[in-house]
C-alpha cells in the first residue's frame, strides 16, 4: 500500500500529465483553427464595407507627403509590399517603353532628395542605367523656378550617377496631369494620377499579398477620385 507522501506524489504525477495532454489537444486543435481563420479573416477583409478607405480613415486623402512616400514605397522592388518590381515596371511604363526590364534591377529609391538648388519628391535611379525625378504636386501651387531648379538638379545628378541625358526623365505627378509652368513644359512629362492610378489598377491581379492589394486599391480609389478632375479640387 501506497504511502500518503507516495500517493500525492503519483497524484501530482497523474496531474501534470493530464495538463500536458490537455495543452497538446489545445495546440492541436489551435493548429487546425489558424488555417481556417485565415480564410475567413481573407474573406471578410475582401467583402469590407465598399465606403471603407484607410486613407479617408487617416484623413491623409490630400496629403501630398503621405502620397509621395507611399509611391516611393510601391516603387521600391525591395519594400515589404513583397511584390518585387511589379509597380515599378508599371510606373516606368508610363515614363518610358524604351526602357529596358534590365535597367530596373537593382534600381534605388529615394524621398525628399536635395540638390544644389531644390529638393524632389521622388528620385528613382540605378547609376548608369537610369534616373527619374518625380515632382508630386496635389494641391500645393509650384514655387518660383521650382522646376527649372529641379530640372537642373536633376541634369547635375545624372552626370554623377554617368545616367545618359536619354535615360533621365523629369516627371510632374498632378491630379489633372497639367503642365508645369515654373520651367520649360518641354523638360516635364505630365503625368496624372488617374493615368498612373490606371496602370497601378492593371496589376491587382497580379498581386500575391492580399494586404498589399487591400492598401493599394483603397489608394487607387483616392487618387481616382480627384485624379483627372478640376471640380474635385474646388
Known amino acids: 500500500m501506497l504511502s500518503k507522501t507516495e500517493r500525492v506524489s503519483q497524484f501530482i504525477h497523474d496531474f501534470r500529465a493530464l495538463c500536458s495532454a490537455k495543452q497538446a489537444e489545445r495546440?492541436?486543435?489551435?493548429?487546425?483553427?489558424?488555417?481556417?481563420?485565415?480564410?475567413?479573416?481573407?474573406?471578410?477583409?475582401?467583402?469590407?464595407?465598399?465606403?471603407?478607405?484607410?486613407?479617408?480613415?487617416?484623413?491623409?486623402?490630400?496629403?501630398?507627403?503621405?502620397?509621395?512616400?507611399?509611391?516611393?514605397w510601391l516603387l521600391d522592388a525591395g519594400a515589404s509590399h513583397g511584390q518585387g518590381p511589379l509597380f515599378l515596371e508599371a510606373f516606368v511604363g508610363l515614363c518610358s517603353p524604351d526602357v529596358p526590364v534590365q535597367a530596373l534591377d537593382r534600381c534605388r529609391v529615394r524621398t525628399e532628395f536635395p540638390g544644389n538648388e531644390s529638393i524632389v519628391d521622388i528620385m528613382l535611379y540605378r547609376r548608369g542605367a537610369l534616373l527619374i525625378y518625380v515632382e508630386n504636386k496635389v494641391l500645393a501651387p509650384e514655387g518660383a523656378d521650382q522646376l527649372a531648379r529641379e530640372f537642373r538638379d536633376m541634369r547635375r545628378t545624372g552626370l554623377v550617377l554617368r545616367v545618359p541625358e536619354e535615360r533621365q526623365f523629369a516627371v510632374f505627378l498632378t491630379p489633372t496631369g497639367r503642365s508645369p509652368v515654373s520651367d520649360d513644359p518641354a523638360h516635364w512629362q505630365a503625368l496624372s494620377y488617374y493615368e498612373m492610378a490606371a496602370a497601378f489598377k492593371k496589376q491587382l491581379p497580379n498581386i500575391t499579398s492580399v494586404e498589399t492589394e487591400i492598401i493599394l486599391s483603397d489608394w487607387i480609389d483616392t487618387i481616382t477620385s480627384f485624379g483627372g478632375s478640376d471640380e474635385r479640387l474646388l
Open 27 to 72: 495546440l492541436e486543435r489551435m493548429v487546425a483553427f489558424l488555417p481556417m481563420f485565415e480564410e475567413s479573416y481573407c474573406h471578410l477583409r475582401r467583402r469590407r464595407p465598399a465606403d471603407f478607405n484607410l486613407f479617408s480613415l487617416l484623413r491623409v486623402q490630400w496629403d501630398e507627403v503621405r502620397h509621395s512616400r507611399f509611391l516611393a
